[in-house]
Structure formats: C-alpha cells, structure tokens
Nanobody, 124 residues
C-alpha cells in the first residue's frame, strides 16, 4: 500500500516558478513510476509528466515540455515537479500518482495510487 501527499502549490505570477513535492509512504513507492496529472475547473484530468522508478527516464506532456523537470529522492521517498515559466493556463489542481506503469504512461488508469492534490494558481 502506498499513500501519497502533495505540497508546494500556491499562487504565483506568470513567469514564476513552483516546486511541487509528493511525499510517499510505503516501501514499494521506490519501485513505481511516479506521475503527475492536473485538472483545471471544468476540464478533464490531464497528464503532465512521469518519471521511472530509477529516476533516469522521464516523459513530459507537450504543453509543459521545456518548462517542467521531474526528479525523485529515494532516500526521502519523495518526488518533485519543478515548474518554471508558469502560465495562467497552468492553473489547476495537481495530483501525483504512483503505480507499476511504464515511465511513458499517460493515462490515469495506469496508476494505482493518488494523492489528494495541491492547487496551483498562476495570475496574469
């Protein structure tokens, strides 16, 4: 069993940066792919990025490629989503997820465990 908890969201001006954290409990987290998704009001949840258990391979949605970097710290059982050059359209609730999926898995059903989400608001 894996439990996930996101933090680091908040209000930021366009062009700013945020680093989201995803703290996990459970030994198996280190062997799982970690993904990030987001959901804006009135829209469906969409894939943002994912990183393999090794931390070596990662995959990014076109909408964030070049502005977002994933990393994970196995010693702390925590993953990170560094977001730069934020845009108003990045405003959403961001969720981390984990599961025995490929690092390129972009669909929600590929992940077994989810956090409660953290709000990111980017003002223009």
């Amino acid at each position: 069993q894996v439990q996930l908890g996101e933090s680091g969201g908040g209000l930021v001006q366009a062009g700013g940066s945020l680093r989201l954290s995803c703290a996990a409990s459970g030994r198996t987290f280190s062997s799982y792919t970690m993904g990030w998704f987001r959901q804006a009001p009135g829209k469906e949840r969409e894939f943002v990025a994912a990183i393999a258990w090794s931390g070596i391979r990662s995959y990014y949605a076109d909408s964030v490629k070049g502005r977002v970097t994933l990393s994970r710290d196995h010693a702390k059982n925590t993953g990170y989503l560094q977001m730069n050059s934020l845009k108003p359209e990045d405003t959403a609730v961001y969720y981390c997820a984990a599961g025995p999926a490929r690092y390129s898995a972009t669909t929600s059903d590929a992940y077994d465990y989810w956090g409660q989400g953290t709000q990111v608001t980017v003002s223009s």
